[in-house]
């Protein structure tokens, strides 16, 4: 069973704790909360060999529950090699039946594991495996019929999650970093390259429709504001960088927030000014609103996974070595 645990989550510096925090049985790769409304509560967390699906449940989302916070383990699904990202289809559901759980990730191995579960039959594995190098990001598209991904072989590849097929290739100039699909841009599709380059490309007709550039890099990561299509952000050599779509020639933001470097960046779900990100020295979580001069807060910890955000509620979550923490972020 998780052990609540506030303990061995950072250096000696003078931080501030999550709100809530797991002990797990071993060491958190990558989780993925899910961005869905009808699937708000369920987490994908990956260790070395497998990931688990899991329910999370906050005491502020149901009131009759014993502790302020608690974490269900639904299901196992092993995994031959080291899973670099994930993503969650939105066809994934365990509050009505029939229950189904749909994920994907990819590995080290350069594959892609499509999993599909019902919580109660053997879950059935799909292996997709035409990429040559190592997969940086993956995404669903909205409707949850193509799942897009892009890494190091400077190419982004759709994938029909029905015909299980690539019926797409776009070709980069430099390492696909992060890939990203908008509900309320169907058809359209993000790409974000290493040397700084971020294009969105219309699918169908395998044409860039919109393109700009950081002016500098190398970009680690980015994503599309789920709150607000206009809004693109992404981290460029330690710097944070905000654009509005309909003038991007030039970034509305531009802010040092990781001296040694950026890693991981992901929108709040919730607010499309507030930013968390991950990075050197000594892999801090800043929370950057936009508006704002200096960070809503910023946090040192001794590891990191990467970043993923609840649904509903204002918690950003990251994994810290075996413990799976939860910071309350203030949305004002």
Not at 94 to 120: E, Y
Not at 258 to 270: A, M
Not at 278 to 305: C, D, E, R
């Amino acid at each position: 069973m998780p052990i609540a645990t506030n303990e061995r989550m950072h250096s000696t510096a003078k931080i501030e704790e999550p709100l809530h925090s797991i002990e797990l049985p071993y060491q958190i790769r990558r989780v993925e909360c899910s961005p869905y409304e009808w699937s708000h509560n369920v987490i994908c967390i990956a260790f070395d060999g497998k990931v688990a699906i899991g329910v999370t449940k906050f005491q502020e989302e149901e009131e009759t529950l014993d502790v302020k916070f608690d974490l269900e383990l639904l299901q196992d699904f092993i995994v031959e090699s080291r899973v670099e990202c994930m993503a969650l289809s939105p066809e994934i559901s365990v509050s009505t039946l029939p229950k189904s759980i749909i994920f994907a990730c990819a590995t080290a191995d350069f594959k892609i594991r499509l999993f599909s579960s019902n919580l109660i039959d053997p879950h059935s594995e799909q292996v997709y495996e035409e990429h040559t190098s190592y997969i940086n990001s993956i995404a669903y598209e909205s409707c949850g019929d193509n799942l897009a991904s892009t890494g190091d072989d400077l190419s982004v590849r759709i994938w029909s999650t029905n015909e299980h097929q690539c019926h797409t290739v776009l070709f980069l100039q430099s390492p696909g970093m992060s890939v990203c699909w908008h509900a309320e841009e169907p058809g359209k599709l993000l790409v974000a390259e290493k040397r700084g380059t971020i294009t969105v490309f219309n699918v169908e007709r395998k044409q860039a429709i919109l393109s700009f550039d950081a002016d500098c890099g190398p970009l680690t990561a980015a994503d599309w504001s789920t709150c607000n299509s206009l809004r693109v952000a992404a981290l460029v050599d330690g710097h944070l960088l905000v654009w509005d779509t309909t003038r991007a020639s030039q970034p509305l933001m531009k802010r040092a927030v990781h001296p040694g470097g950026g890693r991981f960046l992901r929108y709040s779900q919730l607010n499309e000014n507030i930013i968390a990100t991950v990075g050197q020295p000594n892999h801090t979580l800043s929370i950057t609103h936009a508006n704002l001069k200096f960070p809503i807060s910023s946090t040192l910890l001794k590891l990191a996974s990467n970043i993923t955000w609840h649904r509903r509620l204002f918690y950003v979550c990251v994994g810290v070595d075996n413990i799976l923490g939860f910071w309350k972020v203030t949305s004002k």
